[in-house]
Structures are given as C-alpha cells and as structure tokens.
C-alpha cells in the first residue's frame, strides 16, 4: 500500500499562472482533505470530499477548487495564483467507517508563486 | 466555534529533560483529541489520540476537561523527539466527517 500519495513534490508558478495538484489514496477512504500549512497557523483546511462527486468548503478555502471524480482522487486547483498562496499543501483521507476517523497524510506538495 | 492553542512557538530541552508541550482547546461538545508529529520535512504522524490513552514512543497525554487541556509530555527527551508537534481537534459527532482543527503547532527541540 502506498497510502496517500502526492504529485507534484515541488513546483514553482508565477503570479497568474494556473495548476492542480493531485491526491491519491489506495486505502479505499471515503473522506479526503486538502490543507494548507504555514508558519505560525498550523494546517488549515481547505475544502474536504466526504464521497465521490461531493465537495465542501473548509476554513481558507478562497483562491482553491477542487474534484473528486474518482473516489481515490481529490484534485485541488488554483485558478490563478497569488503569492499568498505560497505554502505547502498536504493532503489526507480518512475512513468513514472507523468509529473516530484517523486521518493519514501525504508527503506534501511545497508551491512558490513568484 | 472550535479552537486550538499552542502557546509555545518554540521549545528547547536538553537530552534526558522533561518535556511538556502545552495543548488548549475551546469546544462545547464533546472533542477528540489527537497530537501529530511531523519530523523535518516529513509527513504528519498520528502520535496519540485521547480516547485510546495509550503511551507512544515515551509519549503520553492526558484529556483535562475541566482546564480544555491536553498536554503532551515525557519524562525523559531525546534528541530523535525533535520535532514539530501539532494538537488537533475532533468533533466526535457523525456530522464532522473527520475534519480536523489543529493548533499552531510547537516546535521541540532536544539538545545533547
């Protein structure tokens, strides 16, 4: 099992320019999260999918969409960066069946907008 | 509406010290608490969690209601405990879907 999984590692955009990070997660979860992390705030979430095709917003989620089209998938996109978007971005899925879900994380995607 | 603090930013002890890493929350339902760890430049591990009262790694905490804490602590650090250390909070209900608040997180740092 690989977990949580995500793509790109590292990625450096310049203001206005557009992309999506990818979340994956081989462990048949239901619940699937996208944070942000920054210094001095701790993570934050960003929007969450409780299934396939359903999103919702979280606490910071301006700037951001996200799908799930496919329930081991959880896309986040930024539509046109800003520099406030500079953070690392950490994905996690929970299970629904678990009685008090666990959350797991992925490694991280760390983004610079220039 | 749910909240976490860590009031410390930054924590230093010195190898075999004690450790203390302070955690309180304000919730009016009934929480479930969690620490995770997260080593340099790593993902986030699930250290503990209240409800299962158990000691990781020398680790232990302990849910105080009456004073909304739950610190984390152990009688004698490492440097391997250096870390960034995040409380977070649960909201037990079936409606939270297990989204998690976390506090601003602590960075331990553990001396030779």
């Known amino acids: 099992n690989a977990g949580v999984t995500q793509t790109p590692k590292f990625r450096v955009l310049k203001t206005g320019q557009s992309m999506t990070l990818l979340c994956a997660q081989d462990m048949n979860h239901e619940y699937m999260y996208w944070y942000r992390q920054d210094p001095g705030m701790g993570l934050r979430l960003i929007h969450y999918s409780v299934g396939e095709g359903t999103t919702a917003k979280g606490e910071v989620p301006d700037g951001y969409n996200v799908s799930r089209l496919k329930k081991q998938n959880f896309l986040l996109g930024l539509e046109s960066a800003a520099p406030s978007q500079t953070s690392v971005y950490f994905c996690a899925s929970s299970s629904r069946l678990a009685g008090v879900p666990l959350q797991y994380f992925g490694p991280g995607t760390r983004l610079t907008v220039t | ?112």
Not at chain 2, 86 to 109: P, R
């Open chain 2, 1 to 112: 509406a749910q909240r976490v603090t860590q009031p410390e930013k930054l924590l230093s002890v010195f190898k075999g010290a004690p450790v203390e890493l302070k955690c309180n929350y304000s919730y009016s339902g009934s929480p479930e608490l969690f620490w995770y760890v997260q080593y340099s430049r790593q993902r986030l591990q699930l250290l503990l969690r209240h409800i299962s009262r158990e000691s990781i790694k020398g680790f232990t905490a302990d849910l105080n209601k009456g004073e909304t804490s739950f610190h984390l602590k152990k009688p004698f650090a490492q440097e391997e405990d250096s870390a960034m250390y995040y409380c977070a909070l649960s909201n037990a209900g079936g409606t939270s879907y297990g989204k998690l608040t976390f506090g601003q997180g602590t960075i331990l740092t553990v001396h030779p």
